[in-house]
């Protein structure tokens, strides 16, 4: 069987890189911040990373499906530089299945996400730390990527975010 992952998508090169996170009313962004931190970094039993995408390879039902795919579909109104793909292999109802979420961000932007991904990592994310970030990004208007010799703590760079996120709750 092929899979999504098998096939290059384009990326369109004339948008900028950047997140936007006041897309999103103060609860949306909440909600979509615990589901990054679902979606991307606690359900996956495994993620790769391709030339131009990260995979995220699940085992769930329907509902998982659902959430995967809203998650996309929000991450898209931040960051609309970026494409998805989801695939759901076919499994009888009521049981499981292997579903895949295909992050494609083309060569420019899968640094911008695997800082990210590294990022939140750091953070150790509880509650307190990301009621934090959801505060600071309500705040931000853009998030730009981070260019070698650039000022750790620029406020535009998820670095600088997250430095400010750790300053503020001791994580």
């Known amino acids: 069987m092929m899979h999504q992952e ?3 998508t384009p990326i369109d090169h004339n948008l900028p890189i950047l997140c936007s996170p006041q897309v999103f009313s103060r609860r949306e962004l909440e909600e979509h911040l615990n589901s ?3 979606i991307l970094l606690r359900l996956p039993r495994h993620v790769r990373e391709l ?3 990260f995979v995220f390879e699940f ?20 960051c609309s530089w970026a494409a998805f793909a989801i695939e759901m292999e076919p499994f009888a109802a009521g049981t499981q ?3 895949r979420l295909r992050y494609i961000t083309g060569l420019a932007g899968k ?3 695997a800082e990210g991904l590294q990022q939140l990592r750091e953070l150790k994310l509880d509650s307190k730390a990301q009621s934090r970030l959801a505060d600071i990004l309500a705040e931000t208007k853009t998030i730009v990527p981070s260019t070698p010799g650039q000022f750790e703590q620029d406020a535009r760079t998820l670095r600088g975010i997250v430095e400010r996120v750790k300053s503020l709750c001791g994580c």
């Open 51 to 53: 030339d131009d995408s």
């Open 111 to 113: 640094s911008v996400v």
């Open 36 to 38: 990054a931190v679902e």
């Open 59 to 78: 085992t769930g039902d329907e509902q998982l499906f659902e959430r995967v795919a809203r998650f996309a579909q929000n991450e898209h109104r931040c």
């Open 97 to 99: 299945g292997a579903i």
């Open 6 to 8: 098998d096939a290059k």
